[in-house]
């Protein structure tokens, strides 16, 4: 019997969040007992059940009504009763998340028809834009034949311990390249839900919102196959901000959805009111294609100016910090989880941002976070907001605390910090998904230990969900032994199941197709979006009113860029005002201008092309062809504009020398428009910088990973925390 009730979306400037039970107030004039709203059931191949003058999905298709199919139940009972009816196989794969994309468009043009973009991928996880070719095997980069098929409990383990040996990995990517743990692959998909059992999956895929729509709806009615009909919950990492150094597993870059400033340019807006609007909007546009669970955002803070995930963050004030990302938790999710919901993983607990000597826990090199100035604290402010908000999940680092009260193991494995700490002291009832890997390739402190006890480890420290597995042989086999307390695989499974339950999944997890492109990138979120662009560039110098740029005035304006992957050349393009928006004349060359504009744009610092040597914020070790710019300004008056991702070091262009620079501004990923109407005057610069920038290489070295820059002292900041001014 096929059944699709489809969801009815309609496109308003700012949607109410749906109720998955609505309490309707009929009552008549004779006080009869209110009814309760039916809600859209979506269904592909189970029964509908009608009873009471309410329908049902007959999900295990047993032919009556189990608690867990009734919708007029608390999430908690209809959890437990499902609970009883899940075999211990069912529970640990239920346990696991990790990769898996769909065949992708690439794929599907190269298969001469025989293959549709949003076809299920039984070819592995894949990476950015697809999979169906091959499987990634347990090597890094290893190809595994498609037709090689794979019984649960099988196959190497991500290529960095097995169960009994020593790994050959320390962990996480080389410069050379590679798959960090499990993030690039997984199993084909109808192994994952039908011989692992999974029902949590990433979706690192980069395509159309038609096609992510349609796979979605494919991988819900293949769940719903199954013996018990328990939907997927399908995850990604952030899809609505601009970066320009997006790596695997951190961001998937540019996508189809609407485009807002990075995580670092809508803090630098000062702007609460619009980051919810930018978290509503952006709730939508996910919703509507099926991804229901957020691995975002994070609440570390960026107090260690070298560290490679500081565009990721919104900034080195935790007070601040903390207002977004309750803003953030709110917009997404609602004040609490329902049906109109995207349940948020708030990471990384309890802040990454403080590793020794600016290196990333990814790596063995990395893996300690330092508290020189006694500052540990301060990095619970932000996690604070995001439990009271309601986080339905939270994610700790790979890192392992250095110098503290806390065990020195890794924190997915640490009961002080997850147990004690976070759940204790801070109150989180939430689930706790570990970071993708810590089992495999980023074990620290418990390098010593075989995966079944780094399992059992991590059990106890809190761990719910896993991140980066998807064969549950390894799990199974430490429930079996009995060396973890059933208690603790029961209570995980709960707490996954209530989030499911909350969000209406077991209701209705499909989607409307024609909606969904519609919603995605849609005219009222795309001017919401644009308005954040704008004020999210800073101003941070303007001598003699250099700008705004008088009418009739010939400028040159330069982009530069390089990329991030690789030995890629410089990017360089001239804004050319074909269309006449700007009463400025924008010329070709340098020497025909009155004025010039250079947008540097720096392309160090990536999370996986880390070599392990010290991190140099200087321009120069960052992609940036100096003597190049200053080339340039040093024949006419010129404006420098500085894409930071980092708080750069800026002093081999910016320095007593360049007489002939009065303007500096600062962006954090927007838009070339963005920037001309700024200096144009059409738009006042309001935006206010999310960290303090250093002077020097020198005051790099010597300030303290876990203090803000703020707090560093007088001569450490060229920019200080919150500048900016506007005409």
Same mark, same amino acid.
């Given at each position: 019997?096929?059944?699709?009730?489809?969801?009815?979306?309609?496109? #308003?400037?700012?949607?109410?969040f749906?109720?998955?039970?609505?309490i309707? /107030?009929?009552?008549?004039s004779?006080?009869?007992?209110?009814?309760?709203?039916?809600?859209?059931?979506?269904?592909?191949?189970?029964?509908?059940?009608?009873?009471?003058?309410?329908?049902?999905?007959?999900?295990?298709r047993?032919?009556?009504?189990?608690?867990?199919?009734?919708?007029?139940?608390?999430?908690?009972?209809?959890?437990?009763?499902?609970?009883?009816?899940?075999?211990?196989?069912?529970?640990?794969?239920f346990m696991?998340?990790?990769?898996?994309?769909? #065949?992708?468009?690439?794929?599907?043009?190269a298969?001469?028809?025989?293959?549709?973009?949003?076809?299920?991928?039984?070819?592995? $996880?894949?990476?950015?834009?697809?999979?169906?070719?091959f499987?990634?095997?347990?090597?890094?980069?290893?190809?595994?034949?498609?037709? %090689?098929?794979r019984?649960?409990?099988?196959?190497?383990?991500?290529?960095?311990?097995?169960?009994?040996?020593?790994? &050959?990995?320390s962990g996480?990517? *080389?410069?050379?390249?590679?798959?960090?743990?499990?993030?690039?692959?997984?199993?084909? &998909?109808?192994?994952?839900?039908?011989?692992?059992?999974?029902?949590?999956?990433?979706?690192?895929?980069?395509?159309?919102?038609q096609?992510?729509?349609?796979?979605?709806?494919?991988?819900?009615?293949l769940?719903? $196959?199954?013996?018990?009909?328990?939907?997927?919950?399908?995850?990604?990492?952030?899809?609505?901000?601009?970066?320009?150094?997006a790596?695997?597993?951190?961001?998937?870059? &540019?996508?189809?959805?609407?485009?807002?400033?990075?995580?670092?340019?809508?803090?630098?807006m000062?702007? /609460?009111?619009? #980051?919810?609007? +930018?978290?509503?909007?952006?709730?939508?546009?996910?919703?509507?294609?099926?991804?229901?669970?957020?691995?975002?955002?994070?609440?570390?803070l960026?107090?260690?100016?070298?560290?490679?995930?500081? @565009?990721?963050?919104?900034?080195?004030?935790?007070?601040?910090?903390?207002?977004?990302?309750?803003?953030?938790?709110?917009?997404?999710?609602?004040?609490?989880?329902?049906?109109?919901?995207?349940?948020?993983?708030t990471?990384?607990?309890?802040?990454?941002?403080?590793?020794?000597?600016?290196?990333?826990?990814?790596?063995?090199?990395?893996?300690?976070?330092?508290?020189?100035?006694?500052? !540990?604290?301060?990095?619970?402010?932000?996690?604070?907001?995001?439990?009271?908000?309601?986080?339905?999940?939270?994610?700790?680092?790979?890192?392992?605390?250095?110098?503290?009260?806390?065990e020195?193991v890794?924190?997915?494995?640490?009961?002080?910090?997850?147990? *004690?700490?976070?759940? $204790?002291?801070?109150?989180?009832?939430?689930?706790?998904?570990? *970071? &993708?890997?810590?089992?495999?390739?980023?074990?620290?402190?418990?390098?010593?230990?075989?995966? =079944?006890?780094?399992?059992?480890?991590?059990?106890?420290?809190?761990?719910n969900? !896993?991140?980066?597995?998807s064969?549950?042989?390894?799990?199974?086999?430490?429930?079996?032994?009995?060396?973890?307390?059933m208690?603790?695989?029961? =209570?995980?499974?709960?707490?996954?199941?209530?989030e499911? +339950?909350?969000?209406?999944? !077991?209701? @209705?997890?499909?989607?409307?197709?024609?909606?969904?492109?519609?919603?995605?990138?849609?005219?009222?979120?795309?001017?919401?979006?644009?308005? %954040?662009?704008?004020?999210?560039i800073?101003?941070?110098?303007?001598?003699n009113?250099?700008?705004?740029?008088?009418?009739?005035?010939?400028?040159?304006?330069?982009?530069?860029?390089?990329?991030?992957?690789g030995?890629?050349?410089?990017?360089?393009?001239v804004?050319?005002d074909?269309?006449?928006?700007?009463?400025?004349? +924008?010329?070709?060359?340098?020497?025909?201008?009155?004025?010039?504009? /250079?947008?540097?744009?720096?392309?160090?610092?990536?999370?996986?092309?880390?070599?392990g040597?010290?991190?140099?914020?200087?321009?120069?070790?960052?992609?940036?062809?100096?003597?190049?710019?200053?080339?340039?300004?040093?024949?006419?008056?010129?404006?420098?504009?500085?894409?930071?991702?980092?708080?750069?070091?800026?002093?081999?262009?910016?320095?007593e020398?360049?007489?002939?620079?009065?303007?500096?501004?600062?962006?954090?990923?927007?838009?070339s428009?963005?920037?001309?109407?700024i200096?144009?005057?059409?738009?006042?610069?309001?935006?206010?910088?999310?960290?303090?920038t250093?002077?020097?290489?020198?005051?790099?070295e010597?300030?303290?990973?876990?203090?803000?820059?703020?707090?560093? $002292?007088?001569?450490?900041?060229?920019f @200080?925390?919150?500048?900016?001014?506007?005409?």
């Amino acid at each position: 019997m096929y059944i699709d009730m489809k969801p009815k979306t309609k496109l #308003v400037g700012k949607l109410l969040f749906p109720a998955l039970i609505v309490i309707s /107030l009929c009552f008549n004039s004779c006080g009869r007992n209110p009814k309760i709203a039916q809600p859209e059931l979506g269904a592909r191949s189970v029964k509908i059940l009608d009873l009471d003058s309410y329908r049902f999905k007959d999900l295990n298709r047993n032919g009556k009504l189990d608690k867990y199919e009734d919708w007029r139940l608390s999430p908690k009972i209809r959890s437990l009763d499902l609970l009883s009816q899940m075999s211990v196989e069912e529970k640990a794969g239920f346990m696991l998340i990790n990769s898996l994309n769909m #065949v992708g468009a690439r794929a599907a043009e190269a298969s001469a028809g025989r293959l549709s973009a949003s076809d299920l991928s039984e070819g592995g $996880g894949g990476g950015f834009g697809g999979g169906g070719g091959f499987e990634r095997g347990g090597g890094y980069g290893q190809e595994r034949p498609q037709n %090689a098929t794979r019984q649960p409990g099988q196959g190497a383990r991500s290529g960095a311990r097995s169960d009994t040996g020593t790994g &050959t990995r320390s962990g996480g990517q *080389d410069a050379q390249g590679g798959f960090v743990a499990n993030m690039n692959r997984g199993s084909g &998909t109808k192994t994952m839900v039908k011989g692992f059992h999974n029902r949590h999956f990433i979706l690192r895929s980069n395509e159309s919102a038609q096609v992510t729509a349609e796979w979605a709806n494919k991988l819900q009615e293949l769940c719903e $196959g199954e013996p018990l009909g328990i939907p997927a919950v399908i995850a990604s990492n952030p899809r609505n901000n601009i970066t320009t150094n997006a790596s695997l597993g951190t961001s998937v870059g &540019t996508t189809v959805f609407t485009s807002w400033p990075g995580e670092l340019g809508l803090s630098a807006m000062r702007d /609460l009111e619009l #980051v919810h609007e +930018f978290a509503d909007d952006s709730r939508q546009e996910w919703i509507a294609v099926g991804l229901r669970k957020g691995y975002m955002y994070m609440a570390d803070l960026s107090t260690e100016p070298r560290w490679s995930r500081v @565009n990721g963050t919104f900034g080195e004030n935790s007070e601040w910090v903390a207002k977004i990302i309750r803003e953030v938790v709110l917009g997404f999710q609602g004040t609490k989880l329902n049906s109109g919901s995207v349940a948020l993983t708030t990471k990384h607990f309890p802040g990454g941002g403080s590793g020794k000597d600016g290196q990333d826990s990814h790596f063995a090199r990395g893996k300690a976070e330092i508290y020189p100035g006694g500052m !540990f604290k301060n990095n619970l402010i932000p996690f604070k907001a995001a439990i009271d908000a309601g986080t339905s999940a939270i994610m700790p680092y790979y890192s392992l605390p250095e110098g503290t009260e806390y065990e020195e193991v890794g924190y997915a494995f640490n009961k002080g910090v997850i147990n *004690d700490l976070l759940r $204790g002291e801070l109150g989180f009832k939430g689930i706790i998904n570990s *970071d &993708t890997g810590p089992l495999t390739s980023m074990p620290w402190g418990v390098e010593d230990l075989t995966k =079944s006890e780094r399992y059992a480890k991590a059990l106890r420290a809190g761990v719910n969900l !896993f991140s980066g597995e998807s064969d549950p042989a390894v799990l199974l086999e430490v429930i079996k032994s009995g060396s973890v307390d059933m208690a603790l695989i029961d =209570s995980s499974v709960c707490r996954l199941l209530k989030e499911k +339950f909350e969000l209406g999944l !077991f209701e @209705n997890p499909y989607v409307n197709v024609e909606e969904a492109v519609k919603i995605v990138n849609n005219e009222k979120f795309r001017e919401r979006a644009a308005l %954040a662009m704008r004020k999210s560039i800073v101003l941070l110098r303007n001598e003699n009113n250099t700008l705004p740029v008088k009418p009739n005035t010939k400028v040159y304006f330069e982009s530069l860029q390089r990329g991030t992957r690789g030995q890629q050349p410089d990017t360089r393009d001239v804004y050319l005002d074909i269309n006449h928006q700007y009463d400025a004349e +924008f010329v070709k060359t340098p020497e025909e201008a009155d004025i010039i504009i /250079l947008w540097v744009q720096p392309g160090g610092n990536s999370l996986f092309r880390s070599t392990g040597e010290p991190v140099s914020l200087s321009l120069s070790k960052c992609g940036v062809d100096v003597d190049y710019v200053n080339s340039i300004t040093a024949k006419k008056q010129a404006v420098l504009i500085i894409n930071y991702t980092n708080p750069w070091v800026i002093n081999e262009i910016y320095n007593e020398e360049t007489k002939n620079v009065t303007g500096v501004l600062a962006t954090f990923g927007t838009t070339s428009d963005a920037i001309l109407d700024i200096i144009t005057g059409k738009f006042n610069p309001t935006g206010k910088m999310p960290f303090s920038t250093p002077v020097s290489d020198e005051a790099v070295e010597k300030q303290k990973e876990d203090v803000p820059g703020y707090m560093e $002292g007088p001569g450490y900041a060229l920019f @200080n925390y919150d500048e900016g001014i506007s005409y």
